[in-house]
């Protein structure tokens, strides 16, 4: 028995065919797994600007700090509600080795001094967007903004601390409904 799944993502759509019990195969011919994801969980943010970073998503975004596992590492869990949705990894230059018997491996903190690698960017979906545009300006940090065509969709982006980007997302159909 075939299956089709549909995934709409903006601005193509891909149809990916079950063919076997556990694989998809992409109308293009590449095979994948399939997996029961429900929702992204949580990302994870290294950084050496541990609490600089913490007030830049609590005081600007609204995030709070919440429980967070003993960790022989520094570091925060900030929630959204009740959610831990950005967990802040903090890297002692001088002694990384917390974190590095943790995880694995070593870890070169001046890696983590420009940006985001691969990692593009977060995003979030916000509500009241002149009220994040007020305390931008009054910390005097930079943003831009977009509105995207067709969506009804307006959006600030900023850099946190370690350079990477955060987008929210204010839908049209939301902000009304708030």
């Known amino acids: 028995m075939l299956r089709v799944i549909v995934a709409r993502t903006l601005p193509q759509t ?39 970073t913490r007030a830049f998503y609590e005081d600007l975004l609204g995030l709070h700090v919440g429980p967070r596992p003993d960790f022989d590492f520094p570091g925060h869990w900030l929630y959204l ?4 949705v950005v967990h802040l990894v903090g890297i002692d230059p001088d002694d990384p ?15 983590l001094e420009t940006g985001s690698g691969a990692f593009d960017h977060l995003a979030f979906r916000a509500q009241d967007a002149a009220s994040l545009r ?11 903004e977009r509105e995207v065509p067709n969506m009804k969709l307006f959006q600030i982006f900023l850099e946190d601390p370690n350079g990477i980007t955060v987008e929210l997302n204010y839908f049209e159909d939301e902000q009304q409904a708030a």
């Open 134 to 144: 007020s305390k931008l300006d009054a910390a005097g940090l930079d943003y831009r």
């Open 81 to 84: 509600g009740d959610r831990p």
């Open 97 to 111: 080795s917390g974190l590095e018997a943790y995880l694995g491996g070593s870890i070169d903190p001046a890696d």
């Open 14 to 52: 891909l149809i990916w065919i079950k063919v076997r019990t556990r694989k998809l195969r992409h109308c293009h011919g590449q095979e994948e797994f399939a997996m029961a994801l429900s929702t992204l969980d949580h990302c994870s943010i290294r950084t050496i600007k541990l609490e600089e």
